[in-house]
């Protein structure tokens, strides 16, 4: 039987990519976005970052301070595209009619979210950041108690109000169990959907990661598990590649863009008559890079 994917049109493929990365970088909202397309390696794009402040004055019309052009508080910050990140699926071309290539697709959807996010993850050690990291112990002891204590911490690191907790999936896993939270999550809830309302816990949006656990480096060996931020503590840039290759060299390109989010990738499909089969590329620009050292508080094991 011949594949209903394979052979579709080089568009709804790459739409079938997008939508495993936008599951993927679920995660990437917890920082200051910044997207564009048609862009080449080491291009920038701009990140807005609004930062929350108490330094408001007073109305005085004899010091003309209502006009103090540093009262609004937003950053534009130019982050430099300066990493390709590139996954490639190869399909041998007497199998290509046959598959169905939407896990394939999924694939190099997942991988390009789980490198970026990653690569963002590395980053976040204790010389980046000014705030006194928090010693949260063992996966197995960490409770709802903990999560109100960081809220503290929140609150005296001037946290705006939209604020991110990211935790290891093993730390997500205990504080899912703690019993506190399963009655108050369950109440007046049918219970088939009382499992899924742990979304916003002690005024965080929460969320539990894979990709934390694969740190390496420096952000490894100081025992990182997560991370509390209110968003403006990191900004990340996303691009969309020109594609600069030949129009008749037998590579079909397609862009496939998130219309909420305007995050976009870029899918190549092509046959290479040396190898005997199709290539697949989904295609990203990604850079990042630290703006306000003081709105991000590690989270470690010891």
Known sequence: MASTTANLDINILADLTLEALMIKLDESKVFSLGVATDVALNDSVKVLVER???????????????????????????????????????????????????????GLGHACAYQMLLTQYNTLTAAAYT?????????????????????????????????????????????????????????????????????IIGGFNTIGSTVIKSVTGTASSENLVGFITDGSSMGVGLGVPAFTGS?????????????????GIQLRRHYDRATGGWYLNAVILYGNAVVRTESLTRLVSA
């Not at 430099?80 to 990140?85: N, R, S, Y």
């Not at 960081?150 to 991110?164: C, K, Q």
């Not at 129009?247 to 995050?263: C, K, L, P, W």
């Open 52 to 106: 929350y402040t108490k330094d408001a004055a007073a109305w005085n019309i004899s010091s003309n301070n209502y006009e103090t052009q540093d009262d609004d508080s937003t950053t534009g910050v130019d982050i430099t595209l300066d990493q390709k990140i590139k996954k490639t699926a190869f399909v041998g071309e007497d199998d290509f009619a046959k598959l169905d290539i939407t896990k394939k697709l999924k």
């Open 131 to 199: 705030n006194t990291e928090e010693v949260v112990g063992a996966a197995s002891g960490f409770t709802y108690d903990d999560l109100i204590d960081l809220e503290v911490v929140a609150d005296d690191a001037e946290f705006g109000e939209d604020r991110y907790c990211v935790l290891a999936n093993t730390y997500m896993a205990n504080l899912k169990k703690d019993g506190i939270l399963v009655t108050n999550k369950a109440a007046n809830v049918d219970p088939s959907v009382a499992m899924s309302r742990f979304d």
């Open 247 to 263: 129009a008749d060299g037998g590579v079909e390109v397609a862009t496939s863009v998130d219309e909420n989010t305007g995050i």
